[in-house]
């Protein structure tokens, strides 16, 4: 028997496909910059918040694809 979402479930999930969505494009930016040869010629402070932001955003994805699954399986 499948649960009613709440309005504040269905309102969640309404939102992850773009939320997930703009999570790909900006780990998908972010890996194009660290795979310039270049990259690693940049300061270290910068190639760490850039490489520290893609595995920031990845996490994310992960856990938005997570919820989405569970908001859709209730």
């Known amino acids: ?6 309005y504040k479930q269905a309102r969640e ?18 890996q194009q910059q660290v795979n310039q040869t270049d990259f ?6 910068k190639t760490s918040a850039i490489l520290n932001q893609l595995q920031g955003s990845e996490s994310k994805l992960e856990v938005s694809y997570a919820r989405w699954q569970e908001l859709d399986e209730l």
Do not use: C
């Open 13 to 30: 999930l309404e939102a992850l496909p773009e939320q997930i969505d703009n999570l790909e494009t900006l780990i998908n930016e972010l």
């Open 40 to 45: 690693f010629n940049q300061s270290s402070e």
């Open 1 to 6: 028997i499948k649960k009613k979402l709440s």
